[in-house]
C-alpha cells in the first residue's frame, strides 16, 4: 500500500491538473484519501483520538495549503475543506461515543459490585444519557438540548477500589488496546458512510422531486447542473408534464449541454438567453438551480449570472430553490479570509486574441492595453433571496441551515490553521 506521502501527492498532482472535475468527485476522493490516512495511523496507547485527528489535520492543512489563487479550482478547495472537517467532526462523534458507552459499563459495574445503600446514596448513578450530555460539554459549546438536558453539578463516577494487581493491569491494557482498534474500526465504518452519502446524494435529492414540481408548470434555471438535470427528469419519470427554460449560461453556455440532455431525455425545453431571463420570469413558477458550495449564514456560491435570475425571481415573487449535496455545505462565512469567492477565468471566452490584440495601444511603447476584459466564474447569492434549500436529508429553510450545518462540524474545527516552515 503506498503511504500517505504518496497518496496525498497524487491526489494534489490530480486537483492542480484538473483531473478532478466537480465537487462531488473531489469530496469522495478526498473522504478516500482521509480514510486512508486513518487507516495508516499508528495509534498510540493514550489519545487515540487525538493521533486520529492529528493526522488529518496535518493532510488537510497541507490540501488546503497548495490552494495558491489560479493553481486550484476555489471550489474544490471548498470540498476538500468540507470533507476534512467533515473527518474530523466524524472522530471526535466516535471517540465521544466509545467514551460515553465506557462510562456507563464502569458505573454498572460499580453498581453491582456496590452492595451498601449508604453508598449508593453518597454516589448516585448516572444515565447514559447525563453522560452523554456531560462528555459533549467538553467538546463543543452548550447547546439548548444540552443546557435542558439534567446532568447533575457533582455528579461523578463512582470510583472502584483496585484489587487484583498485575491481573488488573494487564486487563486495563488490553482494554485500552480493544478501544484503540475500536474506535479506528468505527472511524473507518463512518467514513465509508460518508463516502457512500456522497456518492447517492444526485439520487436521494432527485428522489423529493415530485414534492416540488407539479403538473403543467414551468421551471426556470441557468447553466448545467447534474443535480438539476437528475432532480427534473426524477419528476419527468414520475408522469408530471412541465415545461423547462434554460439560460445558457454565457460565456460557457452550459446551458446549451442542459438543453440537449434535457430534450434527449424527453422534457419540453426552451432555450433562452441570459439578458431575456427578467422579461421571462413572470412566465415562471418556479426557480431551480445547483449551487457550487452553501456558506454558514445561507449565501450562496453559484454560476455567474445566478444572482441576477434570484433578483428577478424575488421582483416576480417567484420561489427560488437552490439543490445542493450536504458535502457542499460550508461551515465558512463568505467573509472568511480561507473562502476565495471568485476564480477569474481566461478572457478568450469573451474576446479572441486576435480581437483583443488590436485594442492594444502600441504607439505608448510599452503595448499597455486599453481594454481589459473580467471573466468571473462564480456569483454570490444572499440567503434573503433563496426560498428553499433541497439537500440529501430534505428541504429546509435558508434560516435553518446554520443548525444543519452546524450538525456535521465541531467548532474546533472550523479553522484548519495552515503550518508555517522556516529554512535553516
Known amino acids: 500500500m503506498p503511504d500517505t506521502q504518496a497518496l496525498v501527492n497524487d491526489f494534489l498532482n490530480k486537483l492542480k491538473k484538473r483531473k478532478i472535475e466537480g465537487s462531488q468527485a473531489t469530496a469522495k476522493q ?13 495509534m498510540p496507547y493514550t489519545n487515540q483520538a487525538a493521533a486520529l485527528i492529528h493526522s488529518v489535520k496535518a493532510v488537510g492543512e497541507r490540501l488546503i495549503a497548495a490552494n495558491p489563487v489560479g493553481c486550484m479550482h476555489v471550489m474544490a478547495e471548498l470540498a476538500v475543506g468540507n470533507v ?13 461515543s466509545l467514551t460515553t458507552a465506557a462510562m456507563a459499563g464502569l458505573n454498572l459495574s460499580a453498581e453491582s459490585d456496590d452492595e451498601d445503600d ?23 459549546p452548550p447547546s439548548l438540548q444540552t443546557l435542558l438536558e439534567d446532568v447533575p453539578d457533582s455528579a461523578a463516577v463512582p470510583h472502584t477500589s483496585s484489587s487484583g494487581g498485575d491481573s488488573e493491569g ?35 435529492i432527485a428522489e423529493q422531486a415530485v414534492e416540488h414540481i407539479h403538473q403543467n408548470e414551468v421551471i426556470l434555471t441557468l447553466g448545467s447542473s447534474r443535480t438539476v438535470l437528475e432532480f427534473l427528469c426524477a419528476a419527468k ?37 441570459d439578458s431575456a431571463v427578467f422579461a421571462m420570469i413572470s412566465r415562471v413558477n418556479m426557480v ?3 449551487a457550487h458550495a452553501v456558506m454558514a449564514n445561507g449565501g ?32 465558512l462565512y463568505p467573509h472568511h479570509p480561507e473562502v476565495l469567492l471568485n476564480e477569474l477565468r481566461s478572457p478568450s471566452e469573451l474576446l479572441d486574441f ?45 434560516s435553518y441551515m446554520y443548525r444543519l450545518i452546524a450538525d456535521y462540524y465541531s467548532a474546533d474545527d472550523l479553522v484548519l490553521e495552515r503550518r508555517t516552515t522556516s529554512g535553516n
Open 354 to 398: 486576435g480581437e483583443f490584440s488590436d485594442c492594444l495601444d502600441f504607439g505608448s511603447g510599452i503595448g499597455a492595453p486599453l481594454l481589459h476584459v473580467v471573466n468571473p466564474t462564480f456569483d454570490y447569492v444572499p440567503p434573503k433571496l433563496v426560498s428553499l434549500f433541497i439537500t440529501d436529508t430534505g428541504g429546509h429553510n435558508p
Open 118 to 140: 449508604t453508598d449508593r446514596d453518597n454516589h448516585p448513578a448516572l444515565s447514559a444519557a447525563a453522560i452523554a450530555a456531560a462528555s459533549r460539554s467538553t467538546l463543543r
Open 30 to 42: 478526498t473522504a478516500e484519501l482521509l480514510r486512508s490516512v486513518i487507516s495508516q495511523t499508528r
Open 288 to 290: 431551480i438551480v445547483g
Open 170 to 204: 494487564k486487563s486495563k491494557s488490553a482494554d485500552k488496546s480493544s478501544r484503540s482498534r475500536k474506535l479506528k474500526h468505527d472511524v473507518i465504518e463512518a467514513v465509508n458512510e460518508l463516502i457512500q452519502d456522497i456518492s447517492t446524494c444526485h439520487e436521494l
Open 300 to 331: 450562496v456560491i453559484a454560476p455567474v449570472g445566478l444572482n441576477m435570475v434570484a433578483l428577478a425571481a424575488q421582483k416576480h415573487a417567484v420561489p427560488f430553490v437552490v439543490l445542493a449535496g450536504s458535502h457542499k455545505l460550508c461551515p
Open 84 to 96: 476534512v472537517r467533515r473527518v474530523l467532526h466524524i472522530i471526535r462523534e466516535e471517540d465521544l
Open 237 to 273: 419519470e414520475k408522469k408530471r408534464s412541465f415545461r423547462v427554460f434554460v439560460a445558457e449560461g454565457a460565456p460557457r453556455y452550459q446551458g446549451h449541454l442542459l438543453a440537449k440532455e434535457l430534450v434527449t431525455r424527453g422534457l419540453q425545453t426552451t432555450l433562452i438567453t
